[in-house]
């Protein structure tokens, strides 16, 4: 049950003000600080910041009626520290937007893109981060200066992106996005990018978090990449037709450096996948295809390979480029997990659900594609395979769930959960709170852009999650988790998996794994209690 508002809690409606999401997670942090403060939130006024509220104990009436252009202070404190705990927060928040605005440092920064190209005739590449409705002009700009751009930017109409990459292709250039979250190229990691060496794949992935997990095992399995291109997510519809994908594959079929080739992609529009396996068939060097989640594939020969997961595509691109350093393990080994987790009898009969809680969208989409296949019950998620498993309301848990928190919903005034874990720190404590809660499943995703030490907040935060587990429900949920990274990432990939083991968690190889072993738990748990009835 959510916890009522206490006489303590009070909020501050700041109507028709936007500030940078970064800040306010950062004034939400400094808040928290405050001397007399228990609990804090600095966000805007969206119905899912309105259920994250109410699952916090932070909602009152006046925040209820805030719309999503209202900016939310929510304050539980002691009544005496509830006056100056608001009035540090403006404080703060002025204090951050003039930082951005540079009236602070008073330093000069450039202010325009054509600025920006004059003081750096070398340059070829433009990074877009910019309010949607910005977004397309900004990159004409870049393309017309013969700039490649990664359009980190969303919100971006669909005939936008058409007339984008028509113009990008038509000249040589390279249009990445929208919504491209990660590139590596030439070596330089882009937006969310790991640290990787360099080797013979190419890697083409309309799925940022995609592109990291298959980048990141093959580094794992001693293989680097010469290039790694997103094309954002809406490069395989019928309307785009696969415009970047197809470009950045023959850029790489080209490639003398590229021996191997990797596509991923979700399910592609049938007409589109047609295309790309043509042009992928065209070309002597192996090239692997994982169309994550497409149920119907044609029969690939020749060159081409099919992989099920991004697990499995990393392993066969390893295993083209000739990689010594492939575990002997097989995928299917997960299933003497179960017997070693489950010894304890730490689950009881109620226990019954996974509650998947992701920052990358294709992790969330792979361990739904998983799951289709090994679990009898329907798994729902805000970001389903099929609409129909689309969650009633993305804020509360039932049954199987797979949540992407990076999904727009939860987005809008507040930082991507690789970059701020507070989100899925305070829905990991509302799936405690249910007692038919048999595993929590995490995604933590490292490399440039991600939270510095991600461990070192989900770790603790772990700890008093099961804590609080056993003082509501009498029992603990199991923990499971994988880490996206490398042991070169500022994160470090070893330090992170270690901080996560000392706080409870089971750490697996990959998301396909920690899937994988959810679903074997589960399913174990379901046999024993029938065998007990």
């Excluded at 608001?86 to 000069?108: C, D, M, P, R």
């Excluded at 979700?266 to 043509?278: F, I, Y």
């Amino acid at each position: 049950m959510c916890a009522l508002p206490s006489p303590n809690i009070h909020t501050l409606i700041k109507p028709s003000q936007y500030y940078d999401s970064v800040n306010l997670m950062l004034a939400a942090r400094e808040l928290a600080q405050f001397p007399g403060v228990l609990d804090a939130a600095v966000v805007m006024g969206t119905e899912a910041n309105k259920g994250i509220l109410k699952e916090a104990g932070l909602l009152t009436a006046e925040a209820q009626a805030a719309t999503a252009n209202d900016l939310i202070i929510a304050v539980r404190a002691a009544l005496a520290a509830i006056g100056p705990a608001l009035a540090e927060a403006e404080k703060i928040l002025q204090k951050k937007q003039a930082t951005v605005s540079g009236t602070a440092a008073g330093e000069f920064r450039l202010k325009t893109l054509r600025s920006a190209v004059k003081s750096r005739p070398d340059a070829n590449l433009a990074v877009i981060s910019v309010a949607g409705r910005y977004a397309a002009e900004e990159a004409w700009q870049a393309l017309y200066q013969g700039l490649h751009v990664l359009l980190f930017s969303d919100n971006v109409s669909l005939a936008d992106e058409i007339a984008l990459k028509k113009y990008a292709v038509e000249h040589g250039l390279l249009l990445m996005g929208p919504g491209a979250g990660t590139a590596i190229l030439n070596g330089a990691a882009l937006g969310f990018a790991n640290v990787v060496p360099a080797g013979p794949v190419g890697l083409v992935s309309a799925a940022g978090t995609g592109l990291q997990e298959v980048s990141t095992l093959l580094a794992k399995n001693g293989v680097g990449l010469t290039q790694g291109i997103g094309t954002g997510g809406r490069d395989l519809k019928e309307e785009v037709g696969g415009l970047m994908m197809l470009a950045g594959l023959k850029a790489l079929q080209q490639d003398p450096a590229t021996q191997v080739i990797v596509l991923v992609s979700k399910p592609p529009a049938e007409s589109v996948a047609q295309k790309v396996l043509a042009q992928a068939a065209a070309s002597p060097k192996p090239t692997i295809v994982c169309l994550l989640g497409a149920q119907a594939v044609p029969e690939l020969g020749g060159s081409l390979r099919l992989a099920r997961t991004l697990e499995e595509a990393a392993i066969l691109g390893a295993e083209a480029a000739g990689s010594k350093n492939i575990p002997a393990t097989s995928p299917t080994l997960a299933a003497v997990w179960p017997a070693q987790v489950l010894g304890s009898g730490r689950l009881r009969p109620t226990q019954r659900y996974i509650r998947g809680l992701f920052s990358g969208g294709t992790l969330c989409y792979e361990a739904q594609v998983i799951w289709r296949d090994l679990l009898s019950e329907v798994v729902l998620s805000n970001a389903p395979l099929r609409k129909e498993d689309q969650m009633p309301d993305s804020t509360h848990s039932q049954g199987h769930c797979a949540v992407d928190l990076g999904e727009e919903e939860f987005t809008v005034g507040r930082p991507h959960p690789m970059i701020d874990n507070d989100l899925r720190i305070r829905r990991m404590m509302q799936e405690a709170r249910d007692p038919s809660t048999a595993v929590i499943l995490l995604d933590v995703v490292l490399g440039y852009g991600a939270h510095p030490d991600p461990a070192a907040e989900l770790g603790p935060a772990v700890q008093r999650a099961l804590t609080l587990a056993s003082e509501v429900c009498g029992s603990q949920p199991l923990v499971i988790a994988s880490v996206t990274g490398t042991e070169q990432d500022p994160q470090c990939l070893s330090r992170q998996v270690h901080q996560l083991e000392q706080a409870g968690v089971i750490v697996c190889d990959s998301n396909a794994e920690a899937a994988r072993l959810a679903a074997e738990i589960v399913k174990e748990a379901d046999a024993g209690i029938r065998e007990q009835q």
